[in-house]
């Protein structure tokens, strides 16, 4: 059975502190490892898919890797609009291609 | 482009009611999921799609029935409901996997969210 554990569950950072939002799994050949943003009340928003270990992918301030265990969304000099609750899944190729195995979330805040 | 709507944004419903949630989707894609998500936990799967016939029901009551009329839209019917099932109810869309016919994608195929149908039953 396909596993995702976020790390840490939450996370409190001032405007322009940097850091890492951590994602481990396991999961029986991996299809793909997947980032969402979702803020309150909001649907999920993606964000980037990695399919292999190596990979990166960056969008503005985020930055997201992947090795053969965990994937990390790197924050760079956050802002206040990116406060939300970030979202990691996996698809394994042990199942059906179309279902997603979700960690609980990160909570992020950045203050002032 | 990836936009999914979803219709209504927010639904009070009685326990005797009959409602309907409704998802379109504009990308071409050929899967439609229903997902539901409670507070500060993650999305669970309720329904899969593909090619407009239902190929994933995880387990749930038969007081929620899903619909796909065709490749661009999804309906959740509710009927006879529970104050617990009270929650957001997301609607996504993928590239459907080629599965059933004999090929199956190696490449993760992106689930795109609709905004949600936040569902409240007294």
């Known amino acids: 059975e396909d596993q995702v554990t976020q790390s840490p569950e939450a996370l409190r950072l001032q405007e322009g502190e940097s850091s890492s939002l951590n994602c481990s799994y396991t999961v029986s050949g991996l299809r793909g490892l997947f980032w969402y943003r979702q803020d309150p009340g909001k649907g999920p928003e993606f964000l980037f898919t990695?399919?292999?270990a190596g990979e990166e992918k960056e969008k503005e301030r985020l930055k997201a890797t992947l090795t053969k265990k965990e994937s990390f969304l790197h924050i760079t000099a956050p802002k206040p609009e990116d406060s939300a609750t970030y979202l990691c899944a996996v698809q394994g190729a042990g199942g059906t291609a179309s279902k997603l195995t979700f960690g609980t979330g990160t909570r992020l805040q950045v203050t002032l | 482009d990836t936009e999914v709507t979803q219709t209504p944004k927010h639904l009070v419903m009685g326990m005797t009611n009959k409602k309907s949630l409704k998802c379109e989707q504009h990308?071409?894609?050929?899967?439609m999921y229903w997902y539901k998500q409670k507070a500060k936990k993650p999305p669970e799967l309720m329904f899969v799609y593909s090619y407009e016939k239902l190929s994933i029901n995880e387990s749930v009551p038969s007081r929620f029935s899903p619909e796909c009329p065709n490749s661009s839209l999804l309906n959740l019917h509710l009927h006879a409901l529970q104050p617990e099932d009270s929650a957001l109810y997301l609607c996504?869309?993928?590239?459907?996997?080629?599965?059933?016919?004999?090929?199956?994608?190696?490449?993760?195929?992106?689930?795109?969210f609709g905004e949600g149908s936040w569902l409240t039953v007294v």
């Open positions: 990695l399919y292999s």
């Open positions: 990308m071409g894609h050929r899967a």
């Open positions: 996504a869309s993928s590239q459907a996997p080629l599965e059933g016919q004999g090929v199956v994608l190696k490449s993760g195929n992106t689930i795109y």
